[in-house]
């Protein structure tokens, strides 16, 4: 059974930085792409980065580029997301997601429970 469970969501400042993570079991990860997405509260989901399987590609929304950056441990089955200079507007719940393909931001079948990042003062 594949599982995905995301952690290091935290209330944090304006400012501030958190780094969440996402492991993965039951799959081979180091052949997968991943994504992180978010829902912020009343809003759809809102695709945040992208790597593909051996973190020589990754892509960004325009609303975090410059201030997340995505990365992965192939070794560890770890996805994670460092984000910077965060602000209110980041406030969601973040779920990792993995691709049926190792270069393909599409095809995702498997989903965390996500994890809540709050950003306030």
């Known amino acids: 059974e594949v599982q995905l469970v995301e952690s290091g969501g935290d209330l944090v400042q304006p400012g501030g930085s958190l780094r969440l993570s996402c492991v993965v079991s039951?799959?081979?990860?180091?052949?997968?792409?991943m994504s992180w997405v978010r829902q912020a509260p009343g809003k759809g989901l809102e695709w945040v980065s992208f790597?593909?399987?051996?973190?020589?590609?990754?892509t960004y929304a325009d609303s975090v580029k410059g201030r997340f950056t995505i990365s992965r441990d192939n070794a560890k089955n770890t996805l994670y997301l460092q984000m910077n200079n965060l602000k209110s507007e980041d406030t969601a719940v973040y779920y990792c997601?993995?691709?049926?393909?190792?270069?393909?931001?599409?095809?995702?079948?498997?989903w965390g429970q996500g994890t809540q990042v709050t950003v306030s003062s």
């Open positions: 790597i593909n399987n051996d973190a020589g590609k990754t």
């Open positions: 039951g799959s081979t990860f180091s052949v997968d792409a």
């Open positions: 997601g993995k691709s049926r393909w190792a270069t393909l931001n599409r095809g995702y079948n498997y």
